[in-house]
């Protein structure tokens, strides 16, 4: 962490001296960043912003592509730590065979496995069993739990099953995360049909106004949003828009929905779909989740399709449940 802060101000100083004299560094992967790893990107937008109103320079999007590089790695080495696969291996007490494979396990997958145990033996509790994936050298059947039987010497297919069994484990883990993420923060009544909104400052309005009169935000929510929004824009994929205040200060998470079928005017796009989310300060570290499962569900333009011809608030948390492959 004292490496990448230390890498972090060096390239700001450099950014801030670069922008004085109006020499910038162009950047081909900024869009790439802004679709792929959205919350990572809209730090730096803030962060822009910040530095924008502080030194009295103007930051164009190259630069905040390179700022969200920055940032990206600094957010992905701490939170590691939490996305790690645990995992129980169980194995005969001979010739040393568990200090073999658990040298070649840290070898292999140091970045995305946890050894939370080794076992000589068969299990005698439950509570050894609290793990993502068992490796076990003894052919053993444990009820609701992944078992993967391997050899005492960690061969090539060996390191073939293990692979695919923590691909397999970390892609389950995804999905039930984007499940409960985004389903977790939807209410029927801040779902939304209106073909009558048309505009992208007054559908901002209008859904805004719906999170305050929820009791989940203050007035000041709605020009926080508009501010962002003039910062860059929270439209995707020329298809729909999140947007969002710049403060994390809600009473509570929630997505405020709205369809209008009919096209709704987006900066120079025609889009259908709009979903605001206003943010509780306590759910910070959730939001970059939130944030980012939120666009990969919509990444397909045909489940938003599915999306806008939802009739009705169940039809469209069944179609987004749906769509959670």
């Known amino acids: 962490m004292v490496s990448f802060l230390s890498n972090f101000t060096l390239h700001v100083d450099a950014l801030i001296k670069r922008a004085k004299y109006h020499q910038y560094v162009s950047n081909a992967t900024t869009e790439t960043i802004k679709f792929s790893c959205p919350f990572i990107y809209d ?71 946890e050894i939370s145990n080794v076992i000589f033996g068969v299990p005698a509790n439950n509570d050894e069993l609290d793990v993502d994936l068992i490796l076990s050298t003894i052919p053993l059947y444990i009820l609701h739990k992944r078992v993967l039987l391997i050899s005492p010497f960690y061969t090539d297919m060996d390191r073939s099953m293990i692979e695919e069994a923590i691909s397999a484990c970390l892609k389950e883990r995804k999905i039930e995360q984007e499940h409960d993420l985004l389903t977790r923060y939807f209410d029927e009544h801040l779902f939304f049909h209106r073909t009558d909104l048309t505009e992208k400052e007054e559908v901002i309005r209008f859904l805004g106004q719906q999170i305050v009169s929820f009791g989940i935000a203050q007035p000041e929510f709605i020009d926080s949003v508009l501010k962002r929004e003039e910062m860059s824009s929270t439209c995707f994929f020329e298809t729909f828009a999140i947007p969002h205040a710049m403060e994390l200060n809600a009473k ?74």
């Open 43 to 113: 730090v730096a937008v803030y962060l822009a912003k910040e530095l924008e109103e502080a030194f009295a320079i103007t930051i164009p999007e190259e630069e905040i592509g390179f700022l969200s590089i920055h940032i990206g790695f600094g957010i992905e080495s701490s939170t590691k730590e939490h996305n790690r696969v645990r995992v129980l291996l169980i194995c005969e007490d001979y010739h040393q065979s568990a200090q073999t494979i658990i040298k070649y396990l840290k070898k292999d997958y140091a970045d995305v496995i």
């Open 252 to 325: 509570k998470t929630m997505f405020c929905v709205l369809i209008n079928e009919n096209g709704i005017h987006w900066d120079q796009h025609q889009i259908k779909i709009v979903l605001m989310i206003a943010v509780k300060q306590q759910d910070r570290l959730e939001f970059m989740k939130i944030y980012n499962s939120i666009i990969h569900v919509l990444w397909n333009q045909s489940k938003v399709a599915k999306l806008i011809q939802a009739q009705d608030y169940q039809d469209f948390i069944k179609c987004l449940k749906a769509d959670m492959r």
